[in-house]
Every structure is written in structure tokens, then in C-alpha cells.
């Protein structure tokens, strides 16, 4: 299968600083890619879809200024929280998938824990 | 807007049982798949099954199949000879054709018992 490739993994941060999370799809072009956020024990929660060198679509309730989403590439998707608090302490997975096909591909995730 | 809902948050089942996770879902479009994706401990997500909306036959990967009933907008998903691999969240999900949006239910978190 597709394989999505997300860095980092792990990421601790400081309250107030900016944190870049990175999404590859590494043997197709992804021409969409989800960003979800999850909670310990809950589910996925859709935040954005972003499809290449288009503006991100967020979902009711994400702030666009806080997270933001950049897709230039059809191989590269970052996810930026800026100024980033401790309630933004969570764990983020990108997707991705080619074309209008239904089946999507899964970074590993990245915890997030600002401090 | 679809929703999609489990019902169960946790269920254990002994190994080399038969178990059987509940799905549910809401939707007025025709254009949509199913899709049932495990979460081990590690947090990657791994696809177990997809079901075509407009296929009345059910799906099935090896130990793994589902129970789609369209009219009920039901899902559910049974594993077979239930393995402690099999231990992990599992969360059903909606796709849908005309905003190419994955939707996730709250999952249920399966214990395989030795």
C-alpha cells in the first residue's frame, strides 16, 4: 500500500511557541490531505481538508489563524500551531489520498504537548 | 450533515471467539463506503474493511466481514478466531462521495483475552 510518511513523532514544545508538523506521501501524489486531531480514548476529528496549491477548508470550529495548513506540493502537507497552548495538547494524523479515490493513507500521528 | 455512531465504547472477547462491533450511521447521500479501521497501541491507523454503498454483498477479509444493512444504515463488523493482535481501538467510518470527507465514529476499544 501507500505509504504517508509524518514528522515528528513526538514533539514537546513551550506555551507561546510555534509547532510545524510535516505530512509525505512518498510513492503517490496526494492531491487532498486530511489533517485530524485526537484525543486520548476518542475519535478522529476531521480539522481541514487541503488540496494542493488551494487555500485549506476547515471544518466549524477549527481556528484557520491557529492552525495553519499549507499544501504547495503534491507531496508535502504542513500543519503549523502557532502559538500553541496547552489545550492545543493532542495527538495530530494527516492523511492523504490521490485523486477523487475513497481510500485514504495515514501518517503515523504526532503528539503535541505544550508545556 | 453524516454522523456516524458506535455504541459500544468497550467490549472483551476471548481468544478464538467470534466478536461482534456495532455500527450505525446517518446519511442522505447515495454516493458513500464504509469502512471499519483498527488503532493498535502504536496509533497508526489500519485499514480492516471497506464496503461499497451500492454493493449488496458484504465484504469480507479473511477473518474479518461485515453486516451491511443498507436500509437500517447499519455496519457492524465481526472478527472471527478473535487473536490478541486483534486487541486495539476499532472505528467505523463514513466516506462520503460528494464531499470526499472521512467521518469517524467514537470507536470501541476491543480486549482480546488469552
Known amino acids: 500500500g501507500a505509504v504517508v510518511s509524518q514528522h515528528p513523532s513526538r514533539v514537546i514544545c513551550k506555551s507561546g511557541t510555534s509547532v510545524k508538523i510535516e505530512c509525505r506521501s512518498l510513492d503517490f501524489q496526494a492531491t487532498t490531505m486530511f489533517w485530524y486531531r485526537q484525543f486520548p480514548k476518542q475519535s478522529l476529528m476531521l480539522m481541514a481538508t487541503s488540496n494542493e496549491g488551494s487555500k485549506a477548508t476547515y471544518e466549524q470550529g477549527v481556528e484557520k489563524d491557529k492552525f495553519l495548513i499549507n499544501h504547495a506540493s503534491l507531496t508535502l502537507s504542513t500543519l503549523t500551531v502557532t502559538s500553541a497552548h496547552p489545550e492545543d495538547s493532542s495527538f495530530y494524523i494527516c492523511?492523504?489520498?490521490?485523486?477523487?479515490?475513497?481510500?485514504?493513507?495515514f501518517g503515523s500521528g504526532t503528539q503535541l504537548s505544550v508545556l | 450533515a453524516q454522523t456516524v455512531t458506535q455504541s459500544q465504547p468497550e467490549m472483551s472477547v476471548q481468544e478464538a471467539e467470534t466478536v461482534t462491533l456495532s455500527c450505525t450511521y446517518d446519511?442522505?447521500?447515495?454516493?458513500?463506503?464504509l469502512f471499519w479501521y483498527k488503532q493498535p497501541p502504536s496509533r497508526q491507523m489500519i485499514l480492516v474493511i471497506r464496503?461499497?454503498?451500492?454493493?449488496?454483498q458484504n465484504a469480507t477479509e479473511n477473518r474479518f466481514s461485515v453486516n451491511f444493512q443498507k436500509a437500517a444504515k447499519s455496519f457492524s463488523l465481526k472478527i472471527s478466531d478473535s487473536q490478541l493482535g486483534d486487541t486495539a481501538m476499532y472505528f467505523c467510518?463514513?466516506?462520503?462521495?460528494?464531499?470526499?470527507?472521512?467521518?469517524f465514529g467514537q470507536g470501541t476499544t476491543l480486549q482480546v483475552k488469552p
Open positions: 492523511s492523504a489520498r490521490w485523486a477523487t479515490n475513497e481510500k485514504l493513507f
Open positions: 446519511t442522505s447521500e447515495n454516493n458513500y463506503y
Open positions: 464496503q461499497e454503498a451500492y454493493k449488496q
Open positions: 467510518a463514513f466516506y462520503s462521495g460528494n464531499t470526499g470527507k472521512l467521518i
